[in-house]
T-cell receptor
């Protein structure tokens, strides 16, 4: 069974440019999460999809970030325009259920560098 | 809001020895879950061990065990018989049991574990 897949694995862009990150969750997982880790700091929650609906987007830093999950399958996270402070590693995770202690499976992350 | 604190940015252990990674958290909830995740250099995070707050018994998974002290809000990870493959970044995480309001994980800043020969 394929795990959570993210791409690109690395992205280096200039300030002001646009970048789109993609996440393919495990097949059948309705729940999809985006997280971000800025260098040396904690991994922070960005948002949570249940199928194609945004269940919780309280962690989105500002309106330069746009997440979509059309059709309830893969998800994209677009940053437009990118700023220096957006640099970090963006993780995607998926889980089958929300209930109890369901395990969330993580992708390898996308390392974004804004220069 | 819940917070998770890992006060050890880096730890080192010799192969075959035992190491304990610390984690404390703050919450006003009584029911929740705690996790330790491992992120090897290849960067995919994997779940190491989980603990339900309502369970008094400490969770154990082979060489990995936890010391869960609910009153002290402490959740340390003990790795016994350390192996080179244990070298990774370890993250402690909290998750509310109230699935109606929050299913996200709250992470600490991580502890980088080095395993030496």
């Amino acid at each position: 069974e394929a795990g959570v897949t993210q791409f690109p694995s690395h992205s280096v862009i200039e300030k002001g440019q646009t970048v789109t990150l993609r996440c393919d969750p495990i097949s059948g997982h309705d729940n999809l999460y985006w997280y971000r880790r800025v260098m040396g700091k904690e991994i922070k929650f960005l948002l949570h999809f249940v199928k194609e609906s945004k269940q919780d987007e309280s962690g989105m830093p500002n309106n330069r970030f746009l997440a979509e999950r059309t059709g309830g399958t893969y998800s994209t996270l677009k940053v437009q325009p990118a700023e220096l402070e957006d640099s970090g590693v963006y993780f995607c995770a998926s889980s089958q259920w929300v209930a109890e202690n369901t395990e969330a499976f993580f992708g390898q992350g996308t390392r974004l560098t804004v220069v | 809001a819940q917070t998770v604190t890992q006060s050890q940015p880096e730890m080192s252990v010799q192969e075959a020895e035992t190491v304990t990674l610390s984690c404390t958290y703050d919450t006003s909830e009584s029911d929740y879950y705690l996790f330790w995740y491992k992120q090897p250099p290849s960067r995919q995070m994997i779940l190491v061990i989980r603990q339900e707050a309502y369970k008094q018994q400490n969770a154990t998974e082979n060489r990995f065990s936890v010391n869960f002290q609910k009153a002290a809000k402490s959740f340390s990870l003990k790795i016994s018989d350390s192996q080179l493959g244990d070298a990774a970044m370890y993250f402690c995480a909290y998750r509310s049991a109230n699935t109606g309001t929050a299913s996200k994980l709250t992470f600490g800043t991580g502890t980088r574990l080095q395993v030496t020969l």
